[in-house]
Nanobody
């Protein structure tokens, strides 16, 4: 049973920083492409960033350079460092995991069927 638990979301001022974490259990972690998605009120869920077990990353243009993603394979933990936050970053942030060949994230990662966590709310005020 795949179990993902996010933490770290809170309310911050624009320009501030947050660090989201996601602990994972029930998986052979190195075999999973891991990622963060977000969903703002009234909008579709969108991919934010993914990272393969080899450390290869892929980002949405809207967060590139601001939200580095990382993972600690020894701790089965995923991170998202959120810097220079903007009001438009306000959303529920979801940790996601999908088993792939050698835990790599393909270029088509947005179309994969991920397992999801319950989400953690990030609110950025101007």
């Amino acid at each position: 049973q795949v179990h993902l638990v996010e933490s770290g979301g809170e309310s911050v001022q624009a320009g501030g920083s947050l660090r989201l974490s996601c602990t994972t259990s029930g998986v052979l972690y190195n075999n999973y492409c891991m990622g963060w998605f977000r969903q703002a009120p009234g909008k579709e869920r969108e991919g934010v960033a993914v990272i393969g077990s080899d450390g290869t990353t892929n980002y949405a243009d809207s967060v590139k350079g601001r939200f580095p993603i990382s993972r600690d394979n020894a701790k089965n933990t995923l991170y998202l460092e959120m810097n220079a936050l903007k009001p438009e970053d306000t959303a529920m942030y979801y940790c996601a995991a999908v088993p792939t060949y050698r835990g790599r994230c393909p270029s088509t990662w947005r179309s994969l069927s991920f397992y999801w966590g319950q989400g953690t709310q990030v609110t950025v005020s101007s």
